[in-house]
């Protein structure tokens, strides 16, 4: 089955750097990577996804990249605000089949 | 999105006692749902996939008589945590997709579980 690797797991910035969190996947049939952004208490939010046969995509501050070959995928957020604080979780599925997370990053912006 | 919504929020019930959660999928339609537990300061980990009108998929290690799942409905799934124990103690989340909406899986509010 799919296993997602994770890493930072915590990850400490300035206000206005940019913070980058790193996945990688093992199964090469899953086609569809969400990161959620979750806060304490809360259920997950989408914040981006990215399909297979998509290399890149951005929303406004926040970027996903794919690289397939390699099976990794990066989450960028570029202007970090205090608000940016919160865990992060990358996911990797196939379709519609169970959503298999990564072990999370803990992401704290320092004014 | 698609709203899920999940009851209760909180719950504490003591030592061998059962606790029922339910799933709604308010505006669609839910053949499958998907159970996650979240341990503290941990990722969420698929507990089972409730499909409705059939048995439910339960992944590696976890007891599928402690952890009862129903999916009677379109749009209800319930999980049972059966005899609990301070163990149990965890935040339980379920999801569900909405095809017609894409790939995209919506999350309930989870359920903050402590056995005392």
């Known amino acids: 089955g799919e296993n997602v690797e994770q890493h930072p797991s915590t990850l400490s910035v300035q206000e206005g750097d940019s913070a980058v969190i790193k996945c990688t996947y093992s199964?090469?049939?899953?086609?569809?990577f969400p990161w959620y952004k979750q806060e304490l208490g809360k259920r997950p939010q989408l914040i981006i996804d990215i399909r297979s046969n998509v290399g890149e995509k951005k929303d406004q501050r926040i970027a996903v990249t794919l690289n397939k070959t390699a099976k990794h995928f990066s989450l960028h957020i570029t202007e970090t605000q205090p608000e940016d604080s919160a865990v992060y979780f990358c996911a990797a599925t196939q379709g519609a089949q169970k959503l298999v997370f990564g072990q999370g990053t803990r992401l704290t912006i320092n004014p | 999105g698609a709203v899920v919504s999940q009851h209760p929020s909180r719950v504490i019930c003591k030592s061998g006692t059962s606790v029922k959660i339910e799933c709604r999928s308010l505006d669609f339609q839910a053949t499958t749902m998907f159970w996650y537990r979240q341990f503290p300061k941990q990722s969420l980990m698929l507990m089972a996939t409730s499909n409705e009108g059939s048995k439910a998929t339960y992944e590696q290690g976890v007891e599928k008589d402690k952890f009862l799942i129903n999916h009677a409905s379109l749009t209800l799934s319930t999980l049972t945590v059966t005899s609990a124990h301070p163990e149990d103690s965890s935040f339980y989340i379920c999801?569900?997709?909405?095809?017609?909406?894409?790939?995209?899986?919506?999350f309930g509010q989870g359920t903050r579980l402590t056995v005392v």
């Open positions: 999801s569900a997709r909405d095809p017609p909406r894409g790939t995209e899986a919506f």
């Open positions: 199964d090469s049939a899953s086609n569809y």
